[in-house]
């Protein structure tokens, strides 16, 4: 066959090509590396003298050219019809996903990761205590001795006269005192007991969070800070909070800290009762007493103690209304978080 | 504390609204209930904590209030001072029962109605109407924060016409008729009020019958006393018996505060019930003698982040009733003596800042970095793998520390943690393990899912130690043991540990599917079925646990692995399948397996099924060599090693 049958030959070939597969095929058969053309291109240096060459070179590289430009048009071609094709098939993008099982992490444990970024970003550090703990570290190192009145404060469940269930999460302070030297920053998020009966409010069985902070110059200005900073990552920027007397023996001063009902920005709601005020934690400056107690000497260092319960925050925030939805297990209720 | 608004402005003459007083109060000095309106008053309910026992009186809080508001108070009694020629009384007592005592004799008495504005104000403040004599003692109280007891004195005299009252501890067994009419067995540690006939009062707790003032009175003994508080609180709370009286004598009382009310409570019983004084005894300290304070200027600054002049704290000092002198330093101040609180200089800073006021006090954001912080593979580890099991479709859970009652049928309380004091038998034993509450949590869901996986990471409390343990469970899915393991297994390999596992036994799981969880040798945890009866009274299906101590997992636990270069040479696979009886542990085989050879990179069980009793097994092995592209001939002898060792092991080849 001459170059020019070859071509014609290729040409309606490629024409009848249907599917991109033949037409790779027939690209290999003229065009490959052992392609017809390629072949001839080849055989050219063998042709004995030059315009013969030059003239071979010319019309196999034309040949070429039309095979070539002829396979491009028909790719196209064959492409637009397959899109066309692709894009005529029935389908509904609503149609819901397969179901795939994910499960969740318990809103208080979510709320736990929450508080523990906040503080972490200020570089506190996350420490744990006993639950079964001593009197002691309980009550007595910190300003209560037995028989103290303030102890009616927390109504504690005992196991024996000096082990007792902690009532609240500041047993971590003497005992992180006594561990380390300051500066001293250090939280911990972990459980708490009272001798509570089970309703929507109470539960003898609740969260705590506690904030130590020690070190020379520590102040109430910087407990204040703490509380904007905390509180209005918890209720967003415009939330305000406020300073009140407040007493547990083991602070002096002692502060309540109130913030800015989110609901009713003040006016009082159904949901602050009417206050306009949430009263959201408890803090002050470590008292000396606690802080010689932890081995330190209160003359040279000052520390503050800040602390909330969690469970009741996040009440308010996600307007949750019975406690016993977070220790009931109902996956109606963990798997909206 | 009940205060009626208007008997407060009696002491002090306040402008703003009840409401206004309540905020001020809440805001510089003590928590405010609410403020409420009853009959014609208005009624602040304030929430007295432990150190400021001198407001539990009108007194106390008006004196506050004309600090607040640098008003002066009012009206406030002259102390006691008997008249002359007053009848000595002889009374017994020990200081460390009783730092100050006094009584006086009240003759002539009058049976009178108590007046409309008496009643009506013990009403508002919460105290019941009694008869005139008693109603005194309770007016005077509400007044000046000093409980007062009035005996009948005629009746006194009929037991003991000596009238030697004596205070003392109680005599073991002894026993007396109260008030309310209960005979009551004292102990030692009571204190008590007797003549030489027995005990006539409990000391700040609760009089006796046979020494009640009656309608009919003429002549009350009139008691004011400081008694030991940590006695009163032990003796009220062990009979159960607290009364505003108890309450207050808990507090701080003071002894000029004492003759104070006790000089009003003389005029109440002149002027409404035509009184006399007729006696007069007392033993112990009428004066308070302060210890002073000194305030560090710079102290009080470093402590409040403020910039407050000493003349300021001065100022604030002052008009709280403090007496106050200057110091190189600063100041020292003398407490007045119904602030029996002040005691650190942070005492005084405290009143400082409340005067100054907390609003107006400075947010500074505290810079210190505390240095000695190391990784915490702990936090690590209950962060991540409560993740990945809520990756993996767990949900988790929070479960009470205590057993149920009904837990306790299936698992008998021998050995557990008991409350002495529980909130209810619901609540009495803690938990030694997750498995009951996390299975009680199953049941509550289980109606609407008929599989589902929940997790647990909470403290256990076994009596050796309490931990945090991880427990996790699956129901309603088929082959619950291996799926579970699955589950483990693959959260271990985040810890990059290697764990075996070897039978166990406990009585709530299944007898043969049951497995402990070994790690460096030690045990970390269980896993396995819930045994099938206990399983079905929890009306669950297909069940399995694993409970793991996360404490000790942490211990040993890796944050990171060590790489392991990929090599350039492609990776060949084969199956081998062979019979493996039950009683021949497979896992160790996959293991001796895995170290046979270089070559063998992974060993993964590819199938199990079960063919007429016999266990059926395929292995799939994949081999991959540092060096060269593997051929079947340089897997020969591999192929040769693997295949013996499965013989050996008990396996039989399938063709």
New interface residues.
């Given amino acids: 066959m001459n170059v020019e049958e070859i071509k014609k030959y290729a040409l309606s070939k490629i024409e009848e090509a249907g599917t991109p597969k033949k037409l790779e095929a027939l690209h290999l058969k003229y065009l490959g590396r052992k392609g017809q053309l390629t072949q001839l291109l080849a055989e050219i240096p063998e042709l004995p003298n030059v315009e013969d060459r030059k003239s071979a070179g010319i019309v196999i590289n034309a040949a070429k050219e039309a095979i070539e430009t002829a396979l491009r048009l028909k790719d196209l071609e064959l492409k637009n019809k397959e899109q066309a094709k692709l894009g005529k098939i029935k389908f509904d993008s609503t149609e819901p996903g397969k179901k795939f099982v994910v499960g969740s992490l318990h809103p208080l444990t979510q709320f736990r990761n929450f508080v523990r970024e906040t503080f972490e970003r200020l570089g506190f550090e996350e420490v744990y205590a006993p639950h079964i703990e001593t009197d002691d570290y309980n009550f007595g190192l910190l300003n209560m001795p037995p028989d103290h009145p303030a102890r009616d404060l927390w109504d504690t469940l005992y196991l024996t006269d000096r082990k007792l269930l902690r009532s609240h999460t500041s047993n971590i302070q003497v005992r992180e005192m006594r561990k380390r030297k300051p500066p001293i920053k250090v939280m911990s998020f972990d459980r708490c007991f009272r001798f509570e009966a089970l309703d929507p409010h109470h539960s003898h069985t609740f969260t705590q969070f506690d904030l130590l902070y020690i070190d020379k110059g520590v102040s109430i200005a910087h407990l204040k800070w703490l509380s904007d900073y905390f509180l209005k990552q918890v209720f967003g920027e415009e939330t305000r909070t406020r300073f009140r007397p407040k007493y547990y023996p083991f602070v002096e001063p002692g502060v309540g800290v109130d913030a800015l009902c989110p609901f009713c920005k003040g006016k009082g709601c159904r949901i602050c009762g009417y206050a306009g005020w949430f009263e959201i934690a408890g803090a002050g400056m470590v008292h000396p007493e606690v802080i010689k107690n932890g081995g330190i000497d209160p003359k040279i260092y000052s520390g503050l103690a800040w602390g909330f319960g969690p469970d009741r925050m996040l009440m308010i925030k996600l307007g949750i209304d019975d406690i016993r939805l977070f220790y009931e297990g109902d996956l109606r209720f963990l798997k909206q978080f | 504390m009940l205060i009626p608004y208007s008997w407060l402005k009696e002491f002090v003459k306040l402008k703003a609204s009840a409401e206004a007083v309540g905020e001020k109060l809440?805001?510089?000095?003590?928590?405010v209930e609410e403020v409420k309106r009853e009959g014609g008053e208005a009624i602040i309910n304030l929430e007295v904590?432990?150190?400021?026992g001198d407001l539990l009186s009108i007194l106390g809080v008006a004196r506050e209030l004309a600090a607040l508001y640098n008003l002066n108070l009012q009206k406030e009694e002259e102390e006691f001072k008997p008249p002359a020629n007053t009848q000595n009384l002889v009374i017994k007592s020990d200081k460390d029962l009783c730092g100050l005592y006094t009584l006086v004799l009240i003759k002539g008495l009058s049976c009178q109605e108590t007046p409309d504005k008496m009643e009506k104000r013990l009403g508002h403040a919460g105290m019941r109407q009694i008869n005139l004599l008693a109603d005194i003692t309770n007016y005077v109280m509400l007044e000046y924060g000093q409980p007062l007891h009035a005996f009948d004195a005629t009746k006194i005299k009929k037991r003991d016409p000596s009238m030697s009252i004596e205070v003392r501890n109680a005599k073991r067994g002894e026993v007396i008729k109260t008030l309310d009419g209960l005979t009551r067995i004292l102990e030692p540690s009571d204190i008590v009020i007797a003549d030489r006939k027995g005990p006539i009062a409990i000391a700040g707790v609760m009089g006796g019958k046979d020494t009640e003032v009656e309608v009919g009175t003429k002549e009350v003994l009139l008691e004011a006393a400081i008694f030991n508080?940590?006695a009163i609180?032990?003796t009220s709370r062990r009979l159960g018996l607290r009364s505003e009286a108890s309450i207050r004598f808990?507090?701080y009382l003071s002894p000029e505060n004492l003759l104070k009310a006790l000089n009003q409570a003389i005029k109440l019983y002149h002027l409404y019930g035509s009184g006399e004084v007729g006696g007069f005894g007392q033993i112990g300290k009428t004066k308070t003698t302060p210890e002073p304070v000194n305030l560090d200027a710079t102290k009080l600054n470093?402590?409040?982040?403020?910039e407050i002049s000493i003349t300021e704290a001065r100022q604030h000092l002052t008009r709280l009733g403090f007496k106050v002198m200057s110091s190189t330093k600063g100041l020292i101040a003398w407490p007045p003596h119904f602030r029996g609180d002040i005691k650190?200089?942070?005492?005084l800073?405290?009143e400082v800042?409340?005067l100054h006021g907390?609003?107006d006090?400075?947010?500074?954001?505290?810079c210190?970095?505390?240095?000695?912080?190391p990784e915490?593979i702990f936090?690590y580890l209950r962060?991540n793998l409560?993740?990945l099991?809520?990756?993996?479709?767990?949900?988790?859970?929070?479960?009470?520390?205590f057993l149920t009652t009904e837990a306790l049928v299936h698992k008998g309380s021998g050995g557990l943690?008991?409350?002495?004091?529980?909130?209810?038998s619901e609540?009495e034993y803690?938990k030694d393990s997750d498995l009951l509450n996390?299975l009680?949590?199953?049941r509550?869901?289980a109606p609407?899912?008929e599989e589902?996986?929940?997790?647990e990471?909470?403290?256990i409390?076994p009596k050796e130690g309490?931990y945090f343990a991880l427990t996790a469970l699956l129901w309603g899915i088929a082959e619950p043991y291996r799926t579970l393991k699955g589950v483990l297994e693959a959260l271990l390999t985040k810890t990059h540990l290697n764990c075996d596992f070897a039978p166990a036994k406990d009585n709530l799981l299944h007898p043969s599917r049951t497995a402990k969880i070994i790690v460096n040798n030690k045990d970390v945890g269980i896993i396995g079925e819930v045994h099938p009866h206990l399983a079905k009274s929890y009306r669950l299906k297909d069940t399995a646990l694993f409970e793991l101590n996360l404490e000790s997992l942490a211990k040993y636990a890796r944050r990171w692995g060590i790489f392991t270069p990929i090599p350039p040479y492609p990776e060949v696979y084969e199956d081998f399948s062979f019979f493996f009886p039950y009683k021949k542990p497979l896992g160790p085989l996959l293991q001796k397996i895995k170290t046979l050879d270089r070559v063998i990179r992974e060993v993964e069980l590819a199938d199990l099924f079960e063919q007429k009793g016999e266990r059926s097994v395929t292995l799939r092995l994949t081999f991959q060599s540092d060096i060269k592209e593997l051929s079947s001939e340089d897997l020969k002898p591999v192929r040769e090693k693997v295949v013996k060792l499965i013989k050996k092991s008990g396996g039989k080849l399938r063709s």
């Fill in positions: 809440s805001l510089a000095t003590i928590g904590t432990y150190n400021r508080p940590i609180r032990r808990e507090h470093s402590l409040l982040g403020t650190h200089e942070e005492d800073i405290e800042a409340r907390y609003e006090l400075p947010a500074t954001a505290p210190t970095i505390a240095t000695d912080t915490n936090e962060n409560s993740k099991l809520a990756g993996m479709g767990f949900n988790e859970v929070k479960t009470y520390p943690l008991k409350l002495r004091n529980p909130v209810s609540a803690l996390i009680n949590a199953a509550k869901n609407r899912c589902g996986r929940l997790f990471l909470e403290k409390y309490e």
